[in-house]
Structures are given as structure tokens and as C-alpha cells.
């Protein structure tokens, strides 16, 4: 049975500090028993803002960069290097400071790659290469209207229940093109963590751990094998 938790922090700055140092802390604790691990990235704000704690942490090195492998739950479907991919963000903000070897970042294909302009065959390819994935820890944000990973609420993304991975258009939050995990995909993480923060989203947040569905809420949907854990600010806690 799947344990699921709520964690209160004060304001968006801890809560991205705290969620850095339990990422840390969760790392280091996986390795010590088991030396590679497996996680998946967000973009968004509170996202990226709780990498940039990462890599500003003290205690970042105590994590062995060199047997962590990194995937993203979703990406916007933009070439190599935009800065809106959250693969360049990520990047930006930890990965280039840390000795995580390439061949162990799992970016989602860019719309200039290997698939071309199409997200259809860039969502088939990162399909392929996460079967058999099981990441430790997925990381995913919530946005205004409940969307997690960018599975948005009543769309195709969040009604799909056999893929893993699928590109998303017309989305309601820009870019329109996306490549997704799906919630299904979503739920095979042992820990799922959804992290975020500010009274736009506690309408979003209050509603997921009521008794919204997922096609309302996708983020309702979002759970760990093991554990789920809200991360939120007081803000977005709301209610
Ligand atoms: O576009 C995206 O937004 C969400 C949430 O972002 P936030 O800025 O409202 O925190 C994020 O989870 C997702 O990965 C990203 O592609």
C-alpha cells in the first residue's frame, strides 16, 4: 500500500531548500545500499529552483554524481539548448556542476534531434528507452489548473491508459508542444514527490488531495509505487 504525505514549508524558499536536502539526503541513503539510481526531473519553477538548492547545497558531493541516472517526466518540445526545455534549465542550474557522466542523462529528444519536428516519434523513441526503467524518485510539479508532468486536465494525455510516453499539443500553458510521461508511466516510480508552491495552485492542490479525479486533476493522479509526497509551500497549501 502506497504511504501518501503532506509537508507544510514555510514559504517557497524553504520549501525548495528543504526538498534539496531530502533529495540529497534520499540519494545518498539509496547508494548507500545501492550504488546507481534513477531519478526523473521537472521543470517549472519550484522545480528548477530546488535543483539550483542541489547544487548550492554543502552537502551536494555527498551524493556519488557518477551513479545517478537522470530522465525527465516531461519536456517541451523545442530544440537543443532552447532555454525553455527543461533539460537546458536543469542543466543550467546543477547538472553541468556535477559529475553526472553524459551517457547517464536521458534528456527527452529536442525538435531538432534525431526524431525531427515530430513528438509523436520522439515520444515513441523515450518510450523505448525507459522500458525496464524503474525510477527511485520522480519529481513533478502542479500547475494552476492541476496539471502535472503535462498531462493537463480533461485532454487526450490524461484519458491515455496505455502509453507511457506520448506527445502532448495544445496545451493551455506554452510551449503547445510537449512530450510526456503518462500518469500510468507516472505511478511505476517508487517515490513520486510533487513539489510546489504559491496560492495560485492551493485551488489545485486542495482539490488533488480531496476527491478530485484525475481527469479534473491530473495531478490526483500522480502517485508512488511506495510513497507520495506533496511538497508544498503555505501558500499553496491553502485549506
Ligand atoms: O511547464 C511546466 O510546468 C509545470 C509546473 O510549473 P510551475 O512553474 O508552475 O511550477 C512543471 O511541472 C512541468 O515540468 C513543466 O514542463
Do not use: I, M, Q, Y
Given at each position: 500500500m502506497s504511504e501518501q504525505s503532506v509537508v507544510v514549508h514555510q514559504s517557497a524558499e524553504i520549501l525548495a531548500a528543504a526538498t534539496a536536502a531530502r533529495l540529497i539526503t534520499t540519494l545518498t541513503d539509496l547508494q548507500a545500499t545501492r550504488h546507481v539510481v534513477a531519478i526523473g526531473l521537472t521543470g517549472g519553477r519550484t522545480g528548477i529552483e530546488v535543483l539550483n538548492q542541489v547544487n548550492k547545497s554543502p552537502a551536494r558531493d555527498a551524493v556519488d554524481w557518477s551513479a545517478v541516472e537522470i530522465y525527465w517526466g516531461?519536456?517541451?518540445?523545442?530544440?537543443?539548448?532552447?532555454?525553455?526545455?527543461n533539460e537546458t534549465q536543469a542543466r543550467t542550474v546543477l547538472l553541468d556542476h556535477v559529475?553526472?557522466?553524459?551517457?547517464r542523462i536521458h534528456a527527452i529528444?529536442?525538435?531538432?534531434?534525431?526524431?525531427?519536428?515530430d513528438p509523436d516519434a520522439a515520444a515513441k523513441a523515450y518510450a523505448e528507452l525507459m522500458t525496464g526503467v524503474a525510477l527511485d524518485v520522480l519529481l513533478v510539479g502542479v500547475g494552476e489548473e492541476g496539471h502535472t508532468l503535462s498531462v493537463f486536465p480533461d485532454s487526450p494525455a490524461v484519458r491515455e491508459?496505455?502509453?507511457t510516453v506520448i506527445a502532448v499539443r495544445d496545451?493551455?500553458?506554452?510551449?503547445p508542444t510537449r512530450v510526456s510521461l503518462t500518469l500510468p508511466a507516472a505511478r511505476r516510480a517508487s517515490q513520486v514527490w510533487l513539489v510546489t508552491a504559491g496560492e495560485s495552485k492551493a485551488e489545485a492542490v486542495t482539490a488533488a488531495l480531496s476527491d478530485a479525479s484525475e481527469t479534473d486533476i491530473?495531478?490526483?493522479?500522480?502517485?508512488?509505487?511506495?510513497i507520495t509526497l506533496w511538497l508544498v509551500d503555505r501558500a499553496a497549501a491553502g485549506r
Open positions: 516531461d519536456e517541451r518540445f523545442l530544440p537543443a539548448g532552447d532555454p525553455e526545455r559529475p553526472v557522466p553524459e551517457s529528444p529536442p525538435s531538432d534531434g534525431d526524431f525531427g519536428d491508459g496505455r502509453a496545451c493551455p500553458k506554452p510551449p491530473p495531478a490526483a493522479g500522480a502517485t508512488g509505487r511506495d
